[in-house]
């Protein structure tokens, strides 16, 4: 599987963004779906998950209620709709394809090339 993540930019505290991540191959609905997040200095960071079918969502607590997790077997794609973001969340976002339900980073099998999100206070 291959992963290309896009939709990151420069936004306001409080302002919202739509990653998408889309993926090549046939398989893709059998993946679960995680996006992480890595900071300058900091290690990468599990931010919300969906199930292959995407009846089961998870997030981190940092972002519960504000970001949502979505994806579209029939366009390949997994989705993440930030809201209410704030400068703790400026990050490169990195969506990965994985066997199962997992927070843990190293769990996941394939990875896209990262999209920055910037958050201005």
Known sequence: VQLQASGGGLVQAGGSLRLSCAASGRSFNTYY???FRQ???KEREFVAGISSGGGIVYYADSVRGRFTVSRDNAKNTVYLQ???LKPEDAAVYYCAAG?????????YDYWGQGTQVTVSS
């Open 99 to 107: 066997r199962g339900r997992s927070t843990v980073a190293s769990m």
């Open 39 to 41: 900071a300058p200095g």
């Open 82 to 84: 930030m809201n209410d």
């Open 33 to 35: 779906m995680g996006w």
